[in-house]
Nanobody, 124 residues
Framework: QVQLVESGGGLVQAGGSLRLSCVAS????????MGWFRQAPGKEREFVAT????????YYADSVKGRFTISKDNAKNTVYLQMNSLKPEDTAVYYC?????????????????WGQGTQVTVSS
């Protein structure tokens, strides 16, 4: 069983920054790609970013490209999401998840383990 624990959420003003962290249990972290999703009240969960198992290749949703950066530290079993230039529309619960496959990386069903989420609130 894999456990993912997110942290780093909070309240920030528009234009500010936050860094989310997600620590994974187990010894296979380096073998898997990881991703971040978010869900705002009344909306479906949406893809934010994903990174491959080595941490060398990342892919972003258009809505966050150029503002968010995903990174992966296999020595620490941790994936990060650096969020800059935050906007009120970035307000959501952010989830990290593990991806066992290599296709359809933006689809939530292709991720098998999920964290409990961390709230990010951006005030205008």
């Amino acid at each position: 069983q894999v456990q993912l624990v997110e942290s780093g959420g909070g309240l920030v003003q528009a234009g500010g920054s936050l860094r989310l962290s997600c620590v994974a249990s187990g010894r296979t972290f380096s073998s898997y790609a990881m991703g971040w999703f978010r869900q705002a009240p009344g909306k479906e969960r949406e893809f934010v970013a994903t990174i491959d198992s080595s941490g060398g290749s990342a892919y972003y949703a258009d809505s966050v490209k150029g503002r968010f950066t995903i990174s992966k530290d296999n020595a620490k079993n941790t994936v990060y999401l650096q969020m800059n230039s935050l906007k009120p529309e970035d307000t959501a619960v952010y989830y990290c998840a593990r991806r066992p496959g290599v296709v359809r990386v933006t689809i939530a069903n292709n991720y098998d383990y999920w964290g409990q989420g961390t709230q990010v609130t951006v005030s205008s």
